[in-house]
């Protein structure tokens, strides 16, 4: 099967003709459209509250998206909170402890990362059982670092400090029919498809999935998933998809 119509489930890049997707469109022939699947909502101070979660309690926070760095900060500033100099930040990937940049000085900070795995950030945490962790998060999300840092008597607090929902609007800008690749990247967008359109059938189209919760989101709705990544070959989704068609080229 020839594939030509890519939808990815993100906002489109800003620069998007310099982008890694511009490159692979250019080089397969591609109509890639991007289109966003959920919707962010924010958790007040005042619902935050509720929790009960003083978040100058611990000293270590851990990270894994920039959704949650954004909405960490927000609540912090909201509440009024100076988040000490002291705290250590546990980051999935460089690229998450370089967005922290946006709110901390990195020299003045303790800033840890993996490389965009879990196993690796877990590894980061063994060594500083000292500290006490809080992971700012959406609500609803079943984070497959908790059941780790379980796993491995590492205890961490949840706080749920904005929401995800579907965005129910993008049914009337879809074409199913035309869509030959849907480009996953959490558990939400997959959730979000199936909201949106009940009757899907993956019949012939291509599914990829970043990320192994966003994989497994996937085959628990019954998606067969032909794209997965990260893996210790491929870093990004562009690269997983250039991979991909240029083995399917060869078995046509």
Not at 118 to 125: G, P, R, T, V, Y
Not at 225 to 238: A, F, K
Request: proline share 5%.
């Amino acid at each position: 099967m020839k594939v030509k119509n890519v939808l990815i489930s993100q906002p489109q890049p800003p620069n998007y003709e310099k982008s890694p997707y511009f490159d692979v469109s250019k080089k397969h022939g591609l109509n890639i459209s991007f289109k966003k699947f959920i919707k962010i909502e924010p958790v007040s101070a005042q619902e935050f509250r509720k929790a009960k979660i003083n978040i100058l309690d611990y000293s270590a926070i851990i990270f894994t998206c920039n959704k949650a760095v954004d909405h960490f900060f927000r609540l912090s500033k909201e509440m009024r909170l100076v988040v000490p100099g002291t705290t250590k930040f546990f980051c999935i990937s460089e690229k998450t402890a370089f967005y922290l940049q946006k709110y901390v000085t990195y020299k003045k900070r303790c800033f840890l990362h993996g490389n965009e795995s879990l196993e690796e950030l877990i590894n980061l945490i063994k060594t500083h059982l000292e500290e006490k962790f809080l992971m700012p998060c959406t609500e609803g999300h079943k984070h497959e670092i908790v059941s780790m840092l379980s796993s491995n008597k590492i205890p961490v607090r949840k706080a749920i400090i904005y929401k995800t929902i579907s965005d129910l609007e993008i049914k009337k800008t879809i074409d199913l029919k035309s869509v030959d690749m849907f480009v996953f990247f959490s558990p939400f967008g997959i959730k979000s498809l199936f909201e949106n359109f009940p009757d899907f059938k993956q019949n012939g189209t291509f599914i990829a999935a970043w990320g192994k919760t966003t994989q497994k989101a996937a085959k628990d709705a019954g998606l067969t998933v032909n794209i997965q990544g990260p893996t210790s070959t491929i870093s990004s989704m562009p690269t997983a998809i250039d991979v991909f068609l240029g083995k399917l080229k060869k078995a046509i």
